[in-house]
């Protein structure tokens, strides 16, 4: 196996520096993101970074690398496009809970279902942070919110179990104060070949004052410390995705190796798209551009 050379971590530090509020818990998702590649040895050239909309959509322009910034709810499409595109990138994607679990939850269902080998790193925050404040789809019970004066009458959505039911074949949650961990996490999903769910606590500090810091750091534990726990066991993963209270999971819940939707399909069998021969004149190819532009 060929040994891997690791790649400056400064060499990541993106075009412009984040504009997030000072102490939001990206922050430190960013930093763990820039730690794994870096420590893979991934060159920029050879990562796409994807996202949606909203503060933690903001990450692909804070990283060296290729970057889409798409539409509210739309980065696993526009992700799923790439990657089928050339499957030498190494395609992860970032946003937001709202992003991510409301607006984009179909996207999200069917990229698992399909295994795709894509990387999706969720910053939830359980709020709407850049719309100031609102209710969002991984919100508690209860909580009062801008969009919830009286309390959040709605369940939150299980983003482990989720993932678990919908065929991902790698599941994790990270907390961003544990920002080792965190990139730990983040590498075994991208190497991992098939589509990663990495689910963050990602303190909004701004606009969620129940799940902040030390919400958190009092709560949180580490699956891999717990005696006797198999992350092969899917039934055990979904058990353990249901405890919230006193004790929440982190770590790798769940992780198996299934053929990937690319080395399923015939065509991609030939290699990426992008180094196969067109099959159209290019007359033809030229129309199709400029009926599309
Ligand atoms: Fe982060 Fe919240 Fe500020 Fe957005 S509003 S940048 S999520 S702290």
Excluded at 78 to 106: E, F, M, P, S
Excluded at 192 to 198: A, M, P
Excluded at 249 to 263: A, C, N, V
Aim: one cysteine or more; a negative charge; proline letters at 6%.
């Amino acid at each position: 196996m060929a040994s891997v050379i690791e790649i400056p971590l400064e060499t990541f530090a993106g075009p412009v520096d984040p504009d997030w509020c000072p102490g939001c818990g990206d922050f430190g998702v960013l930093r763990a993101l820039q730690i794994a590649v870096s420590r893979l040895g991934i060159q920029p050239k050879d990562l796409l970074v994807v996202s949606g909309i909203g503060c933690s959509s903001n990450l692909p322009g804070f990283i060296h690398a290729y970057g889409v910034h798409s539409l509210h709810g739309r980065a696993v499409p526009v992700a799923t496009g790439a990657k089928l595109a050339n499957q030498d990138l190494r395609v992860v994607i970032t946003g937001g809970d709202g992003d991510g679990y409301g607006i984009g939850l179909g996207h999200f269902v069917h990229a698992m279902r399909r295994n795709l080998d894509l990387n999706y790193i969720v910053m939830n925050n359980q709020i709407y942070g850049l719309t100031t404040g609102q209710a969002s789809p991984t919100t508690m019970k209860e909580h009062r919110t801008k969009s919830t004066p009286r309390g959040n009458a709605e369940l939150p959505i299980n983003p482990i179990a989720l993932a678990l039911v919908s065929g991902a074949t790698y599941v994790a949650r990270g907390f961003s104060g544990e920002a080792k961990h965190l990139a730990d996490l983040f590498a075994g999903a991208i190497q991992h070949k098939g589509f990663s769910l990495v689910d963050v606590f990602s303190p909004c500090v701004t606009y969620n004052n129940v799940n902040t810091y030390p919400f958190f750091k009092q709560r949180v534990y580490k699956l891999e410390a717990e005696q006797g726990y198999d992350h092969s066991d899917s039934r055990a993963a979904l058990e353990k995705s249901f405890e919230w209270g006193d004790r929440i999971p982190i770590g790798l819940f769940y992780k198996d190796d299934q053929p990937t939707y690319e080395d399923s399909d015939p065509v991609l069998r030939n290699g990426p798209l992008v180094h196969q021969p067109l099959r159209l004149n290019p007359e033809t190819f030229q129309g199709f551009v400029e009926e599309l532009m």
